[in-house]
């Protein structure tokens, strides 16, 4: 049952992690990911562009709106299975670079 939310939709956390997932997509393709694995990472990106057009297309307290938390929320738990803790970040990070035009090293 989905509960009606009012609260603020965190509009730039999701548009971040929609990066991310981008990234890690990116990241795992250069690496060979499996089809299925790509699909995963491909399925949470989808879920997080689908919540950011419910919340920009409804307001709060209405169904639409609550629905776009609720894929969030699943979303940002799914991302949370796809990364290994102990999986290097370079790749990724490389992998956004590369996605911004600036396929040099990261500043620092």
């Known amino acids: 049952m989905l509960s009606i939310r009012r609260d603020p939709f965190p509009l730039e956390a999701a ?15 250069s690496r ?3 089809v299925a694995d790509l699909h995963a990472i491909a399925a949470v990106g989808d879920d997080l562009r689908q919540a950011i057009a419910l919340a920009e297309a409804h307001p709060p307290g209405t169904l639409g709106f ?9 979303a940002a738990n799914r991302v949370g299975e796809l990364v290994d803790a102990l999986a290097p970040a370079a790749p990724i990070v490389r992998a956004a670079l590369t996605r911004v035009g600036n396929g040099g090293p990261p500043p620092g």
């Open 66 to 74: 609550s629905s776009a938390w609720a894929r969030a929320e699943r």
């Open 15 to 29: 548009r971040d992690l929609l990066g991310i997932v981008r990234a890690l997509y990116v990241a795992a393709r």
């Open 32 to 34: 060979g990911a499996t």
